[in-house]
T-cell receptor, first 117, second 114 residues
Framework: AQTVTQSQPEMSVQEAETVTLSCTYDTSESNYYLFWYKQPPSRQMILVIRQEAYKQQNATENRFSVNFQKAAKSFSLKISDSQLGDTAMYFCAFWTDRGSTLGRLYFGRGTQLTVWP | SAVISQKPSRDICQRGTSLTIQCQVDSQVTMMFWYRQQPGQSLTLIATANQGSEATYESGFVIDKFPISRPNLTFSTLTVSNMSPEDSSIYLC???????????FGNGTRLTVT
């Protein structure tokens, strides 16, 4: 079974500082994808960043970057130069193609990030 | 990425009634899914909506309670039947344009059952 664990229910950071959100996962699959989604109070789920397991290079999207450690099954999200608009619930998610046309997204329980002015 | 329109955005319903939620995508997508997010919780997959055939339900979810339709590659509906207060949740439609594409989500439907 696939599981995703986010051990930090809440985190806070001051504006312009850097924060890292942790995520670990467990799977026996060899081909998979990892994602970070953010959900602001508007409840819209927004894709932040994506990492393919077969790629060794860590994904980067502007102020967002990941530290993907495949052997350790770790996938942390670093937010640089934090902004007030980054305040949201952040979900780590795991996707596996089960060899058919079906796949599913496994979510962690989320980390509530608050950015303070 | 695909633009997803989900309706209604919110509703308050009485116990025992049913609500149908619509999900419209502006382009053809390979996969469509329905998720539930209970208050303060993470997202749980209800089912995969299959075009032209019966949906594939996850453990704990049944067709009689959550009938799903997907008549084409751009549209799906989820019905929450015989509602109880325990069904109060956010229901989200999500789509993947291809097998290896990331999932994108609609804005969700906030359902309150009284």
């Amino acid at each position: 079974a696939q599981t995703v664990t986010q051990s930090q229910p809440e985190m806070s950071v001051q504006e312009a500082e850097t924060v890292t959100l942790s995520c670990t996962y467990d799977t026996s699959e060899s081909n998979y994808y990892l994602f970070w989604y953010k959900q602001p109070p508007s409840r819209q789920m927004i894709l932040v960043i994506r990492q393919e397991a077969y790629k060794q290079q860590n994904a980067t999207e502007n102020r967002f970057s990941v530290n993907f450690q495949k052997a350790a099954k770790s996938f942390s999200l670093k937010i640089s130069d934090s902004q007030l608009g980054d305040t949201a619930m952040y979900f780590c998610a795991f996707w596996t193609d089960r060899g058919s046309t079906l796949g599913r997204l496994y979510f962690g329980r989320g980390t509530q990030l608050t950015v303070w002015p | 990425s695909a633009v997803i329109s989900q309706k209604p955005s919110r509703d308050i319903c009485q116990r025992g009634t049913s609500l149908t939620i619509q999900c419209q995508v502006d382009s053809q997508v390979t996969m469509m899914f329905w998720y539930r997010q209970q208050p303060g919780q993470s997202l749980t997959l209800i089912a995969t909506a299959n075009q032209g055939s019966e949906a594939t339900y996850e453990s704990g979810f049944v067709i009689d309670k959550f009938p799903i339709s997907r008549p084409n590659l751009t549209f799906s509906t989820l019905t929450v039947s015989n509602m109880s207060p325990e069904d109060s949740s956010i229901y989200l439609c999500s789509v993947a344009e291809s097998r290896n594409s990331p999932l994108h989500f609609g804005n969700g439907t906030r359902l309150t059952v009284t």
